[in-house]
């Protein structure tokens, strides 16, 4: 097998979580991945389209769902059995930063000399601290950092000179160097994900483990598109806002992709996949015209699959009725953040709406052939009490009685972290946050304490951290209780919630007893505990599953498949025979010139 010239690595939020108790909550309930957050970022794939495309070879392993997975899985054992020419970590969402550098130690000790490189939000934002660590080589910042990476392999295996490469953050006989920050256009088709690509790679490392997306993509097999690089939009307590773009990446606006690549992506994943594709970003983002020449094309490609529309404002009119028309198959992502309108517009102004315009959509999206609207709302907000969080679910019932099953609501607290970049974690007592963690070092001890109660990084004036878990119980179990009053969910699903929700309770208390008097817990407690991500922190403000699109009896083109597949084992022997035949011949000539 040839050599690898990079190995992309997705780490668990928590190394060792399966040898630590510790109550993660509900903090990953409201997205397909588990507490481990075993869904690696898509810049993996955007990165290793462009970089193949340049004729490296990129190897994709995702450690934290092989270690969910398999509680057997060795992950020394796996890394010393491979050769690669340099390593990539993600640290792009901040709760993967136990999970990164524990990564980085292993990969070090494994091959001392490979060069280890790092890049995300996360990273770019702490780079100057991540790169003291003695396992980090190299930190790429920005969010279109392909070719500056295509860069830097080249150089490290050259052996080049590195001070020119944009975004590089690096050590030179141990002096940190900061190399300028540029914000340069994306590659032309910055983000298309490739599954012949994807399905190369499964055959060339016979290892399709590694390269699924979060536990249970079989079932539930969504593919995300993204629209947009950087957002119009300046929520308070987001890391991808417009403020936080502009500080960790100098975006100061959003760069769309061109309808035409768009819609080719959609295409090209539609060849393998019946699952939905959910476009990440308001398409109306980037203005009606835009929006309507997509539907258009959407409309002449004939895409079958289910298209997910995330919405952060309301649509001009007419827009839904364009939506219809282009597809059969369609759902909405509404995330109004909160019932009052007064916190909605605090966070964030530019996109504020009254709820009667959402309501006039919902009631226009249910009158068309929309499969489904989903409603999201947060616990944590500024201004948010105990009180308006449970109005927000008397809220929720108002929706279910003006609306039909199609309709569903969920609510979450925003956790573990507020973002970096934020204005919130900018300015946190601006906006009446209390910052438990502010460096990358203090929020890896944060992510290995015993409860999310302690893993939080904040509370506000208004909420205190323990009053923030016992709300989203709260909430969960009033929400939990509506949803069966109106049929939304099946009567199975929301009794096993309403009994984790009363589990969960049990435990973060019992643990909130220990810690405040500041006691070790039993050998039995702990043993209680251990491994309890699956029991209590999954599934408790809602059943996951009840983020899963309708399953097709056969979720994937398996023709299609497998024709890629001969074709990719046709050329594959076809090539090594070439170089079977070739090797003879050069040994002949030598032999031949040295006489």
């Given at each position: 097998?040839?050599?690898?010239?990079?190995?992309?690595?997705?780490?668990?939020?928590?190394?060792?979580?399966?040898?630590?108790?510790?109550?993660?909550?509900?903090?990953?309930?409201?997205?397909?991945?588990?507490?481990?957050?075993?869904?690696?970022?898509?810049?993996?794939?955007?990165?290793?389209?462009?970089?193949?495309?340049?004729?490296?070879?990129?190897?994709?392993?995702?450690?934290?769902?092989?270690?969910?997975?398999?509680?057997?899985?060795?992950?020394?054992?796996?890394?010393?059995?491979?050769?690669?020419?340099?390593?990539?970590?993600?640290?792009?969402?901040?709760?993967?930063?136990?999970?990164?550098?524990?990564?980085?130690?292993?990969?070090?000790?494994?091959?001392?000399?490979?060069?280890?490189?790092?890049?995300?939000?996360?990273?770019?934002?702490?780079?100057?601290?991540?790169?003291?660590?003695?396992?980090?080589?190299?930190?790429?910042?920005?969010?279109?950092?392909?070719?500056?990476?295509?860069?830097?392999?080249?150089?490290?295996?050259?052996?080049?000179?590195?001070?020119?490469?944009?975004?590089?953050?690096?050590?030179?006989?141990?002096?940190?160097?900061?190399?300028?920050?540029?914000?340069?256009?994306?590659?032309?088709?910055?983000?298309?994900?490739?599954?012949?690509?994807?399905m190369k790679m499964v055959l060339r490392y016979r290892d399709l483990q590694s390269v699924l997306p979060f536990n249970g993509w079989w079932k539930n097999p969504i593919t995300a598109v993204f629209t947009v690089k950087g957002c119009h939009h300046d929520c308070l307590t987001c890391g991808g806002s417009s403020q936080a773009n502009n500080l960790i990446n100098l975006r100061k606006a959003p760069v769309f992709r061109t309808p035409q690549?768009?819609?080719?992506?959609?295409?090209?994943?539609?060849?393998?996949?019946?699952?939905?594709?959910?476009?990440?970003?308001?398409?109306?983002?980037?203005?009606?015209?835009?929006?309507?020449?997509?539907?258009?094309?959407?409309?002449?490609?004939?895409?079958?699959?289910?298209?997910?529309?995330?919405?952060?404002?309301?649509?001009?009119?007419?827009?839904?009725?364009?939506?219809?028309?282009?597809?059969?198959?369609?759902?909405?992502?509404?995330?109004?953040?909160?019932?009052?309108?007064?916190?909605?517009?605090?966070?964030?102004?530019?996109?504020?709406?009254?709820?009667?315009?959402?309501?006039?959509?919902?009631?226009?999206?249910?009158?068309?052939?929309?499969?489904?609207?989903?409603?999201?709302?947060?616990?944590?907000?500024?201004?948010?009490?105990?009180?308006?969080?449970?109005?927000?679910?008397?809220?929720?019932?108002?929706?279910?009685?003006?609306?039909?099953?199609?309709?569903?609501?969920?609510?979450?607290?925003?956790?573990?972290?507020?973002?970096?970049?934020?204005?919130?974690?900018?300015?946190?007592?601006?906006?009446?946050?209390?910052?438990?963690?502010?460096?990358?070092?203090?929020?890896?001890?944060?992510?290995?304490?015993?409860?999310?109660?302690?893993?939080?990084?904040?509370?506000?004036?208004?909420?205190?951290?323990?009053?923030?878990?016992?709300?989203?119980?709260?909430?969960?179990?009033?929400?939990?209780?509506?949803?069966?009053?109106?049929?939304?969910?099946?009567?199975?699903?929301?009794e096993e919630v309403a009994q984790r929700i009363v589990q969960a309770r049990q435990i973060n208390n019992s643990l909130r007893m220990s810690l405040d008097a500041n006691s070790e817990m039993s050998r039995e407690e702990r043993l209680l505990l251990l491994g309890e991500i699956h029991s209590y922190s999954v599934s408790t403000v809602c059943d996951k599953r009840e983020l899963f699109w309708s399953n097709h009896l056969l979720n994937f083109?398996?023709?299609?498949?497998?024709?890629?597949?001969?074709?990719?084992?046709?050329?594959?022997?076809?090539?090594?025979?070439?170089?079977?035949?070739?090797?003879?011949?050069?040994?002949?000539?030598?032999?031949?010139?040295?006489?």
């Open positions: 097998m040839s050599q690898i010239d990079l190995l992309l690595l997705h780490p668990p939020s928590v190394y060792d979580f399966r040898q630590r108790a510790i109550m993660y909550g509900p903090i990953s309930d409201l997205i397909p991945s588990s507490p481990v957050f075993e869904m690696y970022p898509l810049g993996f794939l955007t990165m290793t389209s462009y970089l193949e495309a340049h004729g490296l070879k990129v190897r994709i392993v995702n450690l934290a769902l092989r270690m969910m997975n398999d509680p057997t899985f060795d992950v020394p054992e796996f890394l010393a059995g491979l050769k690669p020419a340099a390593v990539g970590i993600d640290l792009h969402w901040l709760p993967h930063a136990h999970g990164s550098i524990e990564i980085a130690r292993l990969v070090k000790a494994a091959y001392p000399q490979v060069p280890v490189i790092f890049g995300g939000l996360s990273s770019s934002y702490f780079h100057q601290e991540l790169i003291r660590y003695p396992e980090v080589d190299y930190v790429l910042r920005g969010d279109a950092i392909e070719p500056f990476l295509y860069e830097l392999l080249l150089r490290l295996k050259s052996g080049g000179e590195l001070q020119d490469i944009s975004n590089l953050t690096w050590k030179h006989d141990g002096e940190v160097r900061v190399n300028p920050l540029v914000c340069p256009d994306p590659p032309v088709g910055f983000v298309d994900l490739l599954p012949v690509q994807m690549n768009l819609v080719k992506n959609i295409a090209d994943i539609s060849r393998f996949s019946k699952g939905p594709i959910f476009l990440v970003g308001d398409l109306f983002q980037a203005g009606e015209e835009y929006a309507l020449d997509v539907l258009a094309r959407l409309k002449s490609a004939k895409i079958k699959n289910e298209i997910i529309f995330e919405l952060f404002g309301m649509p001009p009119a007419g827009s839904l009725q364009a939506i219809d028309s282009a597809l059969e198959n369609w759902s909405l992502e509404l995330s109004p953040e909160s019932h009052d309108e007064e916190i909605r517009c605090l966070q964030d102004a530019t996109v504020f709406y009254p709820n009667s315009e959402m309501e006039a959509i919902i009631e226009e999206a249910l009158s068309l052939r929309c499969h489904r609207i989903d409603v999201f709302f947060m616990i944590g907000l500024p201004q948010q009490t105990r009180g308006s969080v449970l109005a927000t679910i008397d809220y929720c019932e108002k929706l279910f009685k003006n609306s039909d099953r199609r309709l569903s609501c969920f609510i979450s607290p925003m956790g573990p972290f507020v973002d970096p970049g934020s204005k919130c974690f900018e300015q946190p007592e601006q906006f009446g946050y209390r910052l438990f963690a502010q460096t990358l070092e203090e929020h890896r001890q944060l992510l290995v304490q015993p409860s999310w109660e302690k893993i939080l990084n904040y509370e506000t004036k208004w909420m205190s951290r323990e009053e923030l878990v016992d709300t989203t119980y709260d909430a969960a179990e009033r929400l939990n209780s509506l949803k069966l009053k109106y049929e939304r969910i099946k009567p199975e699903l929301g083109k398996w023709s299609e498949i497998f024709r890629i597949t001969i074709v990719y084992l046709l050329g594959t022997l076809l090539s090594r025979r070439k170089r079977q035949r070739v090797a003879p011949r050069c040994a002949i000539e030598k032999k031949v010139d040295t006489g």
